[in-house]
């Protein structure tokens, strides 16, 4: 238990349909983040939240949407994704983006056919 | 360009000890990573370097050298449950994460 909840941990969807990955964390920290993570590759930084503001998009195409409503919960919405988007998508929080570790989620590992 | 170069696999013995190396070629350094991830489930932090030396906790050890833009961790008395992904991340001067691809150890009997 890593204080940080994904849903679904699974996701298998045709590229025309509408997504929503969920992540939900109880540690009171400040700052979210969304992971992309591909076989055999580094971690891919999608977005980053510090109090609910969106301070980081690594030139992350459109068809992933996040929303952050609060500082607790964070949501990546996909739509008309394509087959290279199949991978582990990562949630994390962190009290601070300085020097504080983050704290991952499991993941949820999405397919796209 | 960034870039945290790791082993991408090792393979060690039951109770040896195995050392896992990351260079790294950041702009700016404030501070290294090390996390565990095993298969299916979320990076767990082992530790966190920023001075030059050598971090112990357990049976774990994490050293710096900020000089030559080199870290290890260093497992001892391996177990089975050890088999694992360790991810070396290095935070640049703006804070953000850069991400080492991971080296994945298989622990053998």
């Known amino acids: 238990e890593t204080g940080v909840t994904q849903t679904p941990r699974h996701l298998v969807m045709g590229m025309t349909n509408k997504k929503s990955l969920k992540c939900e964390q109880h540690?009171?920290?400040?700052?979210m983040y969304w992971y992309k993570q591909s076989a055999k590759k580094p971690l891919e930084l999608m977005f980053v939240?510090?109090?609910?503001?969106?301070?980081e998009n690594n030139s992350v195409p459109s068809r992933f949407s996040p929303e952050c409503p609060n500082s607790s919960h964070l949501f990546l919405h996909l739509h008309t994704l394509q087959p290279e988007d199949s991978a582990l998508y990562l949630c994390?929080?962190?009290?601070?983006?300085?020097?504080?570790?983050?704290?991952f989620g499991d993941g949820t590992r999405l397919s796209i056919l | 360009g960034q870039n945290i170069d790791q082993p991408t696999e090792m393979t060690a013995t039951e109770g040896a000890i195995v050392q896992i190396n990351c260079t790294y070629q950041?702009?700016?350094?404030?501070?290294l990573f090390w996390y565990q991830q095993h298969a299916g489930e979320a990076p767990t932090f082992l530790s966190y370097?920023?001075l030059d030396g050598l971090e112990e906790k357990g049976r774990f050890s994490s050293f710096l050298s900020r000089s030559k833009g080199y870290s290890y961790l260093l497992l001892k008395e391996l177990q089975m449950k050890d088999s694992a992904s360790y991810l070396c991340a290095v935070k640049d001067s703006n804070y953000q994460l850069i991400w080492g691809a991971g080296t994945k150890l298989i622990i053998k009997p």
């Open positions: 370097n920023v």
């Open positions: 540690l009171g920290h400040n700052a």
């Open positions: 939240y510090n109090f609910k503001e969106q301070t």
């Open positions: 950041t702009s700016g350094f404030n501070g």
């Open positions: 994390a929080s962190s009290r601070g983006q300085e020097n504080q570790p983050q704290h």
